[in-house]
């Protein structure tokens, strides 16, 4: 079945480091996949998406390539920042449905 | 635009007791989804209704869970009895239409059964 596998964290790193966080699938086809984040004390909210292979999604300074050869979509960014603190969740959508991934904490220190 | 609204936002039961969320999505949105996040996991669909039509409910409990959305507008999730493994958050989301459209979270139902 479908699935999706992301590093666990949690994810510690100074500000203006460089960040990626890990996230692979398993699905047939081509999905669409995602990347949600969670601040805190608020809902999940679209960070960015990709709907086809090589496709690359971005937003604030955050990018992640489709990756049909290594079904892969990891997150980067090239200098984070203490806001980027949150919980960042890897989806994909198949057949109308979606899954989450478990989610990586970020811990950014000043 | 409001976001997503959900109520109650906390919830403390006693097991066997009936419980009830309500949410209130984007307007204009054709899909809703309500989802359950254990502590330290992704959320997992419960159901999803394309207006009032629930289209995929293959992940419901349906022996103790059931949700209604009777005017393909708000929708109710209900848990009747409640176990202690149901203490979880509670997510609701709307899309315009379907899971390849970006979805809107309401911030959850924190759920606690004791």
């Known amino acids: 079945g479908n699935s999706v596998t992301q590093m666990e964290g949690p994810v510690t790193l100074s500000e203006e480091a460089f960040l990626t966080i890990n996230c692979t699938y398993t699905a047939t086809g081509y999905p669409s996949l995602f990347w949600y984040v969670q601040y805190p004390g608020e809902g999940l909210q679209l960070l960015l998406k990709?709907?086809?292979?090589?496709d690359k999604g971005s937003n604030k300074g955050f990018e992640a390539t489709y990756r049909k050869e290594t079904t892969s979509f990891h997150l980067e960014k090239g200098s984070v920042q203490v806001s980027d603190s949150a919980v960042y969740f890897c989806a994909l959508s198949r057949d109308d449905k979606i899954i989450f991934g478990k989610g990586t904490r970020l811990h950014i220190l000043p | 635009e409001a976001g997503v609204v959900q109520s109650p936002r906390y919830k403390i039961i006693e097991k066997k007791q009936p419980v009830a969320f309500w949410c209130n999505p984007i307007s204009g949105h054709n899909t809703l989804y309500w989802y359950r996040q254990n502590l330290g996991q992704g959320p997992e669909l419960l159901i999803r209704?394309?207006?009032?039509?629930?289209?995929?409910d293959s992940q419901l409990p349906k022996d103790r869970f059931s949700a209604e959305r009777l005017k393909g507008v708000d929708s109710t999730l209900k848990i009747q009895p409640a176990e202690l493994g149901d203490s979880a958050v509670y997510l609701c989301?709307?899309?315009?239409?379907?899971?390849?459209?970006?979805?809107?979270f309401g911030p959850g139902t924190r759920l606690t059964v004791l």
């Open positions: 990709a709907t086809k292979a090589d």
């Open positions: 989301a709307s899309s315009v239409e379907g899971p390849r459209s970006e979805q809107f």
């Open positions: 209704y394309e207006n009032e039509e629930a289209v995929d």
